[in-house]
């Protein structure tokens, strides 16, 4: 099959669909989307009740998880008092991800997942949010728990593919490859953003299944740059498909020095 760009291409969030101009209408709205969001995620990571308050519509509702309440409603205000006594700026051990992001005019719905090792806890976070006067808001969050062992180790996939796209079952490999081990996954590529894949087959029931798997479609592609990652924040790295003639290097003088930087010889390595 041809390879797919997925910027003119496919995008999935719950269902293939087509994004042509619609994309382009609504990129400008997505930097004040992610203000909202990254106040939430920085502000409960890092204990900033202020952050907290700035995400929020003073009269949102949170459904949040509680062992003992089938519903345990807060408001912004009581949630940030969760955080004030805590000491601000330091690591308190959540570790946020956006896995996916729909933005509709004025309207936006997000899914964000927080890890919490030291609890064996992961929170799936929905929020919705909408433009008001004075910018974004988070309007609306509804959160659910399950039990988990991965540890928030983070993981790079390094996806180059030199002009000719990564193979579709390459990036589903090494993806499940790097779960498994209990890994978070982010995706780097040269120039960040989508990136190209070939080789999808939809009688393939792998493919079938994350070619509707909308955080992973959403991860390939909102791929990171290198002036995005920290390789501080990774304890492995891996590139895609180094079987063929990549092997270790992807020919981006950034990308390659975050491999190196990665992969010391005190840190355990993909490739």
Not at 189 to 217: E, T, V
Request: aromatic share 10%.
């Amino acid at each position: 099959m041809k390879s797919v760009a997925l910027k003119k291409g496919l995008i999935l969030v719950t269902l293939l669909c087509s994004i042509g101009s619609y994309a382009t209408a609504q990129i400008d709205e997505t930097d004040g989307v992610m203000i909202a969001l990254e106040n939430y995620m920085t502000g409960s990571s890092y204990n900033h009740p202020d952050k907290l308050i700035a995400a929020f519509y003073p009269e949102a509702d949170m459904f949040l998880d509680h062992p003992d309440q089938p519903i345990f409603l807060v408001n912004p205000e009581k949630y940030a008092g969760f955080f004030k006594d805590r000491e601000a700026g330091v690591f308190n051990g959540r570790y946020a991800k956006l896995l996916s992001l729909d933005i509709e005019g004025n309207v936006a719905i997000a899914k964000a997942e927080i890890l919490i090792p030291k609890n064996e806890s992961l929170y799936i976070d929905y929020f919705m949010l909408k433009k008001l006067e004075d910018g974004w808001k988070i309007i609306g969050k509804v959160a659910g728990r399950a039990d988990s062992t991965r540890s928030g180790e983070k993981m790079l996939l390094i996806a180059t593919d030199k002009g000719n796209g990564e193979d579709f079952s390459d990036l589903i490999s090494d993806y499940e490859a790097a779960t498994s081990k209990g890994y978070t996954v982010n995706i780097v590529s040269p120039k960040g953003g989508a990136i190209i894949f070939n080789g999808l087959n939809m009688g393939n029931p792998k493919h079938r299944d994350y070619i509707y798997n909308a955080d992973f479609m959403y991860a390939l592609e909102n791929t990171l740059a290198a002036s995005d990652v920290k390789s501080a924040d990774y304890v492995a790295a891996h590139y895609v498909c180094d079987k063929d003639a990549k092997k270790a290097k992807s020919g981006d003088v950034e990308i390659d020095r975050l491999y190196s930087d990665i992969c010391r010889t005190d840190k355990p390595c993909g490739n």
